[in-house]
């Protein structure tokens, strides 16, 4: 049968606050266990929590980038439930008024073009981490009260690559703004699913609940298995159980957690100890100014402005170092005497092959090209060397590589090393002249060929004349010079 699926996400991500949201305990992942706590965020008795302006600020930065409203005033209440990782046993969150209110964001690529309207964005406290050891259960609280924003979907989702796109989308934001590295496989950027299927024009279906997905890529292989399971639950007519189930990695398949027939009921109530936030026009400005260029924006900027295709701007987006570092080369390549679009192309087609095998090979990130020795500038000199002939392309890039090694300008490197390329045909034709007598039989082989009307042959044995010319010259011969003699001496034969 014909079934709608209707998916929804909440997604978790900690915020890069220096300290907790509700205390001045250090925010970091990776510290020894427990050294990052104190009686606020263990939740002593007679202690009061303060709120992180700076939370609040990247929240909203947040909220805004999702285009969701922000309230005139908003607050926090206590969620109670047990938590074996969280000692007062509540959570301080928000409920009745979070900090973004009814936004959307436009999903665009892999073929998907769809509106997703955001329900909520909201403010809480993390829990902390349990560590099971076979017969024993360890409690880590460093992350007990770290910042953490919970980004809630409407069911407008249909498929898991929709839901995958969303997360690598909102991932990328995210660390666009700064307020988040979106490291999934630390647990800094995380999401729930929740899915149900229906008769077309029925409406939701029961809700099933897909816990703790730390991958984009198994949020699609979680929503697309649990689809394709309900939908033979139905067809065999029987009941999808609303319940909450587990992504199991190890076997592709969701398994039951929980069952959850009701809605849980948290007995929020408004948090006594923390006063009604009502952002101020300085306040809202200073979210405002924090704002940057957006990655799906800056992808169509870059595409009608530099004349990239999709998947180049897609590439060069992917992080803001890596896209700030691409537009500085190609203002400094034009500064130097490239025309625009010419700067534009060759400066990414540098980054995109060259630059980013370099950065896989000495394990460097896209996001740390702020700090990388071939600096925008020197890539931009470098690029205008070849593009005037002052140096090959290969001792292009073996100056690229010494620039690296040595933290020197391109200029420099090329005159130090004597890599500047030879385009005078007079003293071309002497090595010319030397390689023919070198290699006659090759020379007399080619010049058989292009009797016979072989013209592969000519060719290949003319890149092998040209080959041994550039050889002869450590590169610095200008190839198209070399070619042009080495097809003039193949016609006198």
């Known amino acids: 049968m014909k079934y709608q699926s209707f998916i929804g996400l909440e997604v978790h991500i900690h915020l890069l606050t220096r300290t907790k949201v509700f205390c001045s305990c250090r925010s970091a992942f990776g510290d020894e266990p427990n050294t990052n706590v104190c009686p606020v965020c263990l939740g002593?008795?007679?202690?009061?929590?303060?709120?992180?302006?700076?939370?609040?600020?990247m929240g909203c930065m947040v909220a805004k980038s999702l285009h969701c409203r922000i309230p005139e005033k908003t607050w926090f209440e206590r969620k109670q439930y047990f938590y074996p990782d969280m000692t007062k046993n509540?959570?301080?969150?928000?409920?009745?008024?979070?900090?973004?209110?009814e936004g959307w964001v436009e999903l665009e690529g892999k073929g998907i073009r769809k509106k997703i309207r955001i329900k909520e964005c909201h403010l809480e406290e993390d829990a902390g981490k349990m560590i099971h050891t076979g017969t024993?259960?360890?409690?880590d609280y460093n992350r007990a009260g770290v910042s953490l924003l919970e980004i809630v979907t409407e069911p407008d989702m249909e498929t898991g690559e929709e839901a995958e796109l969303f997360i690598q989308q909102l991932r990328r934001t995210v660390r666009y703004l700064g307020v988040c590295d979106g490291n999934m496989e630390e647990g800094s950027l995380r999401a729930d699913a929740n899915v149900s299927i229906n008769l077309s024009g029925k409406g939701l279906g029961r809700k099933v609940e897909i816990k703790n997905l730390n991958s984009s890529r198994f949020v699609k292989l979680g929503l697309n298995y649990e689809i394709q399971r309900q939908g033979e639950l139905l067809d065999q007519g029987k009941t999808v159980v609303q319940e909450t189930r587990l992504w199991n990695e190890n076997r592709d398949e969701t398994a039951p957690m929980r069952t959850k027939e009701n809605a849980q009921d948290y007995r929020y109530f408004p948090e006594p100890d923390l006063p009604v936030f009502s952002p101020d026009a300085a306040f809202l400005k200073s979210v405002?100014?924090?704002l940057v260029e957006l990655p799906l924006g800056r992808v169509k900027r870059l595409m009608a402005d530099y004349g990239l295709t999709e998947e180049q701007a897609d590439l060069i987006c992917e992080e803001k170092a890596q896209a700030d570092y691409y537009e500085a080369a190609v203002r400094d390549a034009a500064a130097q005497g490239l025309e625009h679009r010419d700067a534009?192309?060759?400066?990414?087609?540098?980054?995109?092959?060259d630059i980013k095998h370099i950065l896989y090979r000495d394990g460097i990130s896209p996001a740390e090209l702020g700090a990388f020795k071939l600096t925008p500038q020197r890539l931009a000199s470098l690029l205008a060397l070849i593009a005037k002939g002052a140096v090959s392309g290969k001792n292009g890039k073996q100056t690229m590589e010494a620039?690296?090694?040595e933290d020197k300008d391109p200029e420099a490197i090329v005159r130090e090393r004597g890599w500047e390329q030879i385009s005078n045909p007079a003293q071309i034709a002497e090595v010319v002249h030397a390689v023919s007598g070198s290699e006659a039989a090759s020379l007399a082989e080619a010049r058989d060929a292009a009797a016979q009307?072989?013209?592969?042959?000519?060719?290949?044995?003319?890149?092998?004349?040209?080959?041994?010319v550039l050889a002869a010259t450590g590169g610095r011969a200008d190839p198209k010079v070399v070619g042009e003699q080495i097809r003039a001496l193949l016609q006198k034969g």
């Open 90 to 101: 509540y959570q301080i969150s928000q409920f009745a008024s979070p900090l973004g209110q």
């Open 136 to 139: 024993a259960s360890l409690l």
């Open 453 to 468: 009307g072989n013209a592969k042959r000519v060719s290949t044995l003319t890149a092998y004349l040209v080959g041994k």
């Open 344 to 353: 534009a192309g060759r400066v990414a087609n540098w980054l995109l092959t």
């Open 403 to 405: 620039v690296l090694a």
């Open 44 to 57: 002593y008795p007679g202690v009061l929590p303060a709120l992180n302006i700076e939370a609040m600020r």
């Open 288 to 290: 405002d100014d924090a």
